[in-house]
């Protein structure tokens, strides 16, 4: 079974160093991050939208995801390190997995806490380009934004058939990497 893991949350909040993490400890894991991909094409992961970056950043992302996709086989486990801050977005994501043939499309949903997500994101390159009321704002907008991640649990449906799963994730774990131990059930 082909299982992608989209990794969702503020910026500061862990994402790609916990995506790091699982991959360290599971190598037969693929990764995909986008700021690497911005980074290696762009030379920045802070692109010019007026010179249609973002557009063509997408389309080398999109590529990515596919190749990767169709050559990991069909035991594929891959972590989606990706913006996904609005639900038009998660579920631009999830149909593009679905067409790729993804049969389990699980979402990560980070629930850290803001002083934390402050504090982490001060240690990352560039963070300079952002004062505290911008990350606290990217913060509280992002929140406020998943609904669709959240309220996921309220919506268990015991017959799915009647339902079209295309623009919706198949489960979702809400995880606090701030925590020491994650107990109780493996991730991958």
Not at 20 to 33: D, S
Request: hydrophobic share 40%; charged share 25%.
């Amino acid at each position: 079974m082909k299982i992608v893991y989209l990794i969702s949350g503020p910026r500061g909040s862990g994402k790609s160093t916990f995506a790091e993490m699982i991959k360290k400890n599971n190598p037969e894991v693929a990764v995909i991050n986008e700021d690497e991909i911005k980074l290696a094409h762009f030379g920045s992961i802070y692109l010019d939208s007026d010179a249609g970056d973002h557009i063509f950043a997408r389309y080398l992302l999109e590529q990515e995801i596919k190749k990767t996709v169709e050559s990991a086989g069909n035991s594929a486990k891959i972590i989606l390190d990706v913006w996904n801050g609005f639900s038009g977005s998660r579920s631009k994501i999830i149909r593009f997995l679905r067409r790729l043939e993804v049969e389990c499309i699980i979402c990560w949903y980070f629930i850290v806490p803001l002083n934390i997500c402050l504090q982490w994101f001060r240690t990352k390159k560039d963070c300079d380009k952002y004062s505290d009321a911008m990350v606290i704002g990217d913060y509280n907008l992002f929140h406020k934004e998943a609904d669709d991640i959240r309220s996921w649990k309220d919506e268990l449906i015991e017959d799915w058939s009647y339902y079209s799963l295309e623009g919706r994730f198949d489960g979702v774990y809400f995880i606090n990497p701030a925590q020491q131990t994650l107990s109780g059930f493996a991730l991958i």
